[in-house]
């Protein structure tokens, strides 16, 4: 049985409270800089309306029972690598410009998935994509394997499942915002239990998803 969620909406189309994803999809995509959450109760909802978004957009998850929370998010790793997780980065030319992304085997580089160019998009947004790609490609083939992300914007966009970003939507970057939307629905709609771990870039050098272009 699937447990009710209540969803907040303090930017968007109309801000309110939906009692579905469908409903408040409907006032969230193609609006720029929307903010808007998920919480388990109609009080908790209602509380963070009358709140501002200030006090609860963009501090992770409303707590919750879910697989899904703010642990399957943690901070720089340390130690040794995980070398049976996936790793993800992105390539861009120019930023904004082309996006790339790409996943890969930690422990030998093999390519597991790779997308684009997607016409025009920024480094962060493509970050976002690459992890989001990861966690369904998982999800769908059934493994427990991790990911390794080096974008500490990208890794706080998926813990709360929405983008900041001032990249305009217009017809140029049309594409990598229709991508960026349903990444958005599916983290939604979702549960995981994977985890989104931190490249140690300073320890471990280049992730071994880098393109290379820096």
Known sequence: ????????????????????????????????DAKYKAFDTKDAAT???K????????QGKAKTSSKISSNNVVSPSS?????????????TSGNPGPVEYKGVDTRNSEIIFSVGPISKGTNNLGEFLAIVHALAYLKKIGSSR?????????????????VSSTLVRDASTQEIWDLVDRAIAWLQN????????KWNTKEWGQIKADYGRK
Do not use: R
């Open 47 to 49: 509380k963070a309306f």
């Open 51 to 58: 709140d501002g978004w200030e006090k609860h957009w963009g």
């Open 79 to 91: 130690g040794e690598i995980d070398y049976d997780a996936i790793s993800v980065d992105v390539g």
């Open 1 to 32: 049985m699937v447990k009710q969620k209540y969803y907040v909406v303090w930017s968007g189309k109309k801000p309110g409270i939906y009692m579905s994803w469908p409903e408040c999809q409907q006032q969230v995509l193609k609006v720029f």
């Open 146 to 162: 991790n990911i390794y992300s080096d974008s500490v914007n990208a890794i706080k966009w998926v813990n709360n499942k929405a």
């Open 190 to 197: 979702n549960q995981y239990d994977t985890k989104v771990m």
